[in-house]
């Protein structure tokens, strides 16, 4: 359930509420009431936070003037507003959140006139003035509730409601609850909220209103940030000003959109395995990113910071990679754009993975190599970083994962995000509803998995398996199950989870896929295996092959072998017979052929 804290005037207020991370922040703009925001602008806070302009049967000028003003994106409406006003708000980009207010009785037909015109009703408690008095109605009324538009719960919920709120989500009632609204009962003065209390309120009703998106300082829970030399700041600092605008941009958005149909070719389909369903005895569907240009999700996210990158007035781009496959999808995008494209890669992959430096030379990229350390991918990156500090001005850096210093995981992040956009539609064509009973996927830094995850995160009813590479086994010294064996620490820029001993020295981790073979994962799957909103398996090489070997015989796919992790959990994990279990099927196995062909003596 999510959280909406109403009812916000004071600027100090508003940014200490707002290091909280509730869904939606109220601004009344009613001058009867005792919380009106009568001031000149509503500070900056994390985008990830709606908005909310509140009102009273006012103008319908007033309320769009209001809106590009403060740049709202929910307008709550307080009055009598008439159908036909609410549909004039429609198309504008904004949710629309209709209250009534509920006594004893309340007669819910009335809703019908609403139904395809408003995102969301609003129950509050009939009293004298609308809004903030303080009284709660009786929520068994909402027994009746005859709709399946979702609505926000008010009225004087306050800290005493915990036990109430509690038992109230797993009744039927709560079926459609969407968010709880909570405005007096949390107040010092009227528009004045009491952080402490809000933050106990929270955290009682954590499991179900937990925030798994970055907030405004670039954090996941505990984990994320931006630990980065000196030097680099001005480059990322201009990316973080400017990614969530240019992101914003309908130009910007049209033309990915674009590029990712008609280049990409998305949307991938989402294929029913059905002989795969059947040897589970489960719904298994697969999200068929194998199926991109190029071969893999990766491909997704390159064309979106190529975008970024053109608007920030870059020509050159630098990468790192470490199996090739980042580099390959960034000579890609580089040579459909015409731009300059230096890939760094250990002395080491540079000669275990041939072919990939063979495309990236065919698509026009130099591969430079890095002579240091262990000449593998922690030493390209380090090569990449240094480029990066020596030319600020006119070179972008595209990172392949989830992973480094913020923006970047939360960039990543939304340019994959369009995988879970589409699951949505796709399983709603297929099974009736936008919600499996599970996403699953593999995790190397963790990219996939969050364009998986993204739209879920905060659907409790959506279970979050993520898979990592054990190796030779988790207790073999030769893995990558971050998750089990990493601790806190620093890698590229980040806070995460990280494999390292007990100096902190960053432990080199091993697994067959060259895609898994990564010392940590991003700090949102930190963040979301600390707490315990994702479940984390690890599978072994042995299981992945046999996995992928599976998929190849049962549906005629052979998967890359990341994926066949993810596919190998089947032999570990029981599902129901009636669960949806949508897999992402991150990439194809053409790379990964002669190592399937070596490890099964085909
Ligand atoms: C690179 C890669 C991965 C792992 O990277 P994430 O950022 O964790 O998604 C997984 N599958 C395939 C096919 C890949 O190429």
């Given at each position: 359930m ?12 508003i940014?200490?509420v707002?290091t ?15 919380r ?32 590009s ?14 159908p036909?006003?609410c ?13 009534f ?7 819910f ?9 408003v995102d ?10 609308p ?8 929520w ?21 409601q ?15 609850c ?7 009962k ?27 998106n970055?907030?405004e ?17 001005p ?23 674009q ?26 569907y ?23 990158a ?57 591969v ?27 070179t ?41 009973d ?17 739209h ?21 010294g ?20 990280l ?19 990564y ?40 998967p890359?072998?990341e ?40």
């Open positions: 999510k959280l909406k804290v109403c009812g916000m005037k004071y600027q100090d207020n940014q200490e707002a909280l991370q509730p869904d939606y922040l109220g601004f009344i703009f009613y001058e009867q009431s005792a009106h925001f009568d001031a000149h602008r509503i500070p900056e806070i994390s985008n990830t936070i709606k908005k909310t302009g509140v009102f009273v049967d006012a103008d319908l000028d007033f309320v769009i003037k209001k809106i003003k403060h740049n709202l994106k929910a307008v709550q409406l307080h009055g009598n507003e008439a036909e006003y549909k004039q708000l429609r198309g504008k980009n904004i949710e629309i959140i209709k209250v207010s509920i006594k004893n009785e309340f007669d037909s009335v809703l019908k006139l609403y139904d395809d015109i969301y009703f609003l129950f509050d408690t009939k009293g004298k003035l809004g903030g008095n303080g009284y709660v109605f009786d068994t009324i909402l027994n009746n509730y005859p709709s399946t538009i979702p609505f926000f719960l008010s009225g004087g919920i306050g800290l005493s915990i036990d109430d709120i509690n038992k109230f989500q797993k009744s039927e009632a709560s079926k459609y969407y968010a709880l609204d909570v405005n007096s949390f107040e010092i003065e009227p528009g004045l909220k009491n952080i402490e209390d809000l933050k106990k309120f929270k955290n009682n009703l954590t499991s179900k209103i937990m925030n798994y970055v907030n300082k670039g954090y996941y829970g505990e984990f994320g940030g931006a630990f980065i030399p000196e030097m680099l700041y480059n990322v600092e201009e990316l973080r000003q400017n990614y969530l605008k240019i992101m914003a941009e309908p130009d910007f958005k049209k033309e990915f959109n590029l990712l149909k008609d280049y990409v070719g998305r949307p991938s389909p989402l294929y029913f395995a059905k002989r795969l369903s059947e040897k589970y005895n489960t719904k298994i697969l999200k068929r990113e194998d199926l991109n240009h190029t071969g893999a999700h990766k491909i997704n996210n390159t064309i979106g910071q190529i975008l970024m053109q608007r920030l007035g870059k020509t050159r781009i630098i990468a790192e990679t470490g199996a090739g496959q980042h580099g390959v999808a960034t000579a890609t995008v580089c040579a459909l754009m015409g731009l300059e494209c230096i890939v760094y890669m250990g002395e080491i992959d540079i000669a275990r993975q041939a072919p990939n430096v063979a495309r990236m030379k065919m698509l026009g990229a130099r430079v190599p890095a002579l240091s350390g262990s000449r593998t991918l922690k030493d390209a990156t380090n090569e990449a970083i240094r480029d990066w500090i020596n030319n600020p001005v006119d972008h850096y595209i990172i392949g994962s989830a992973i480094g210093p913020h923006p970047y995981p939360d960039m990543v992040t939304r340019f994959q995000a369009i995988v879970s956009e589409e699951i949505k539609w796709q399983l709603k064509e297929h099974e009736g509803r936008e919600n499996p599970y996403v699953v996927a593999c995790i190397g830094g963790g990219s996939n998995a969050a364009g998986t995850y993204y879920y995160l905060h659907e409790p009813d959506v279970g979050i398996i993520a898979v990592e590479a054990a190796g030779l086994g988790i207790e073999s030769e893995s990558a199950a971050t998750s089990v064996l990493g601790k806190e620490g620093i890698i590229h820029g980040c806070k995460t989870l494999m390292q001993t007990n100096d902190g020295q960053i432990t080199e981790p091993y697994s067959i896929s060259a895609g898994l073979d010392p940590g994962v991003g700090p949102m799957h930190a963040h979301l295996a600390k707490t315990g909103r994702a479940e984390f398996m690890s599978i072994t090489d042995n299981d992945a092959m046999d996995a992928g070997l599976e998929l190849s015989k049962l549906e005629g796919i052979i890359a072998i994926t066949s992790h993810a596919l190998a959990i089947f032999k570990y994990k029981t599902f129901r017979p009636e669960d949806v279990v949508v897999l992402n099927l991150s990439g194809r196995g053409d790379k990964d052929l002669q190592n399937y062909i070596d490890y099964f003596k085909i």
